[in-house]
């Protein structure tokens, strides 16, 4: 079969949503499927590299790394910071810490409360159980039968720093969270990951794999699209260039899938977005769409160093991270993220013929519903340039005095006899600055990077509707986390898997 046509839908994107999307849509006998992605895509797992299977370190973000887009950002006035994105099937998701926590409930409610009641968090929730084989957890919440394994630290099992801050977080009489996704209370707790025994179980392991042959689904690694062909408003295919040669695929239908960058880059890329900023590129306009490329959002972030006693090192399967504190902010809803990397940065995403520096761990610290977006533009009309990036990260007082308080607990726990046990060094600020709102919020600019949760750019209501379909256009949808009208409360690997699951149960869905 010609992959250049007979096909129904056309997938851009083998990320952690376009790969469950696809795959998901490709079950339905008769259905034909295209998906298109712009690194590797395995079809063996014999052939899928370590760094991809790895789930201990994040050998793939490293800037540079063949798999990774390694874009940059403005992440706030004057600072650029690195923004990791994976560039093979799986996605980010295939390059990630595999912490796999869902978004909370209010998260989800707040997009139904818009006027989306297929996005409430009690119709998300069969999307997310149908996900998951949880080993830990039962019931009407968990999942026991889906492809994505999902398990925490147990007694015994977790690293020094780990039990070192969970005691800390006991010591200091914070509430505690045995399942963060129970959906209940915040607190201190074991994260739900999809790494088991060393090995990261992304959208490609479990989803693109145990498909690879089926007749309904092609999926091309190498194809990079460059932009949907359109039949006036009707999208028509995507115009892609594979080895060097240019391409073009046709379907009635076209899902964007590049994730919260990628997918408002191609709408922009394509026509659709603020008329003024296609016009200043030379553009033409498909359709005038002000929302695309707006209301990117992300999660400021803030790694506080420690110095472990030698003698403490982490497990050879050990995670990235195996542990987190969530807070509630005052008056309600979330606060902050402290989550400890379980060794030190230089092994977690090791950059060749780099110094190994200090052994020095870190515990990360998150703002979770930043008051501030960021923004997806274009540099150019020219595909091959990189988007320009801008996160607008703590340009919000309460995002300054919420980072503040974060690193001011932080710095508690690191001090606890708890703590100190396994790490007595810490490189948080000194008291002084501690005590000083203006030196602290210098110290943690220095300091300041983004969690590369990113969402937005797409939001639903805006850009999309329930159902992912661009508005002004038709043929055209959008999924993965840039329909999401503002980053979750927890990171987002496992949201994304479930966006895919879900939309493509909407779709089936539909008339």
Known sequence: MDPAGAHDVIVVGAGSSGAVLAARLSDRPGRRVLLLEAGPAYTRAADVPPEVRDGTIMAAAAPGHPLNWSLTST???????????????????????????????ADFDAIAAAGHPEWSHRAVLASFTALEADHDFTGPGHGTRGPVPVRRIRAGEAAPVTTAFLDACAALGLPEEADKNADGPPGAGPLPLNVVGGVRHSALLTHLLPRAGRSGLTVLGGATVHRVRFRGTRAAGVDAVIGGRPRTFHAPEVVLSAGAVGTPRLLLLSGIGPGAELAAHGIPVVHAAPGVGKRMSDHPSVAVGHLPRPGHERGPDTPVAEAALHTAAPGGGAG????????????????????????????????LRPARTGTVALASADPREPPVLSHGHLTAAADRARMRDGVRLCTGLMETAAFRAVSPRHNGPPPAVLGSDRDLDDWIRARLSTAVHLSGGC?????????????????????????????????????????????????????
Do not use: K
Not at 75 to 103: D, E, H, I, M, T
């Open 336 to 367: 902050i993220e402290l989550m400890p990397h379980t060794a030190p940065f230089h092994r977690l995403i090791p950059v060749p013929g780099a110094a190994p520096g200090p052994e020095e761990c870190a515990i990360g610290v998150q703002v």
């Open 459 to 511: 939001a639903m209501g805006d850009v999309a509707d329930a159902h992912g379909r661009v508005l002004g256009v038709e043929g055209l949808r959008v999924c993965d986390t840039s329909l999401l009208p503002r980053v979750p409360a927890r990171g987002t690997g496992a949201t994304a898997m479930a966006i895919g699951e879900h939309l493509a149960r909407l779709i089936d869905a539909e008339p």
């Open 75 to 105: 992440v706030a006035p004057g600072l650029r910071r690195p923004v990791p994105r994976g560039r093979v099937a799986g996605g980010s998701g295939a390059v990630n810490g595999g912490v796999f926590v869902r978004a909370t409930p």
